[in-house]
């Protein structure tokens, strides 16, 4: 049972390149999430998507695009990459977030922009 | 804004110590409290839930005041295999169906 598997694992873009962040689950969650992770802080919401077909912004959306291909697939774009964009990010899935159930995160993407 | 808070660690305690976090939250609505806990910038793992009368897991207790909006957690008998930060979340609808992380207190058990 893979969980969420998030891709890649480490990536080192230039100012103005763009790339996509890839994130799929397997568990049949309906909600999804990316987060961003600054040392000093803690995980800060991207985008969201409560089930297929639906997407909204988060705390810190500027800068990012969202996908949710499927109820299995939820990936990040960053268009043009700054360096402010420079963070951890973290994918998220979980079946119903109004229960007390966990939420369950991929392994990460340390993301740096030059 | 700042709408979960917790102490700024770190913590440094020997192996067998007692240790307590505490967290504030901002949101009074806010009805689900969880500890996770993260281990060297890997992806953070639920250590437990909070509910409104305490609860146990092993040497782990998770305590909420919802009339001061605080939730605790107090390690016992500390080992090394506790050094993590540990993240105070608090559901929060703000923004749909959220989730709010606080930036986590830092732990290291020492021999």
């Known amino acids: 049972n893979a969980g969420v598997t998030q891709t890649p694992k480490f990536q080192v873009l230039k100012t103005g390149q763009s790339m996509t962040l890839q994130c799929a689950q397997d568990m049949n969650h309906n909600s999804m999430y990316w987060y961003r992770q600054d040392p000093g802080m803690g995980l800060r919401l991207i985008y969201y998507?409560?089930?297929?077909?639906?997407?909204d912004k988060g705390e810190v959306p500027n800068g990012y695009n969202v996908s949710r291909l499927n109820k299995r697939e939820f990936s990040l774009r960053l268009e043009s990459a700054a360096p402010s964009q420079t963070s951890v990010y973290f994918c998220?899935?979980?079946?119903?977030?109004?229960?007390?159930?966990?939420?369950?995160f991929g392994s990460g993407t340390q993301l740096s922009v030059l | 804004r700042k709408e979960v808070e917790q102490d700024p660690g770190p913590f440094n305690v020997p192996e067998g110590a007692t240790v307590a976090f505490n967290c504030t939250y901002s949101n009074s609505a806010s009805q689900s409290f969880f500890w996770y806990r993260q281990d060297c910038r890997k992806e953070p793992k639920l250590l437990m839930s909070?509910?409104?009368?305490?609860n146990e897991d092993g040497r782990f207790t998770a305590q909420l005041n919802r009339a001061s909006q605080y939730i605790s957690l107090l390690i016992r008998d500390s080992k090394l295999s506790d050094s993590a930060t540990y993240l105070c979340?608090?559901?929060?609808w703000g923004y749909g169906q959220n989730f709010v992380f606080g930036p986590g207190t830092r732990l290291s058990v020492l021999p």
């Open positions: 998220a899935s979980i079946m119903d977030p109004a229960t007390n159930e966990k939420l369950f």
């Open positions: 909070v509910y409104s009368s305490g």
């Open positions: 979340v608090v559901e929060d």
């Open positions: 998507s409560a089930s297929e077909g639906t997407t």
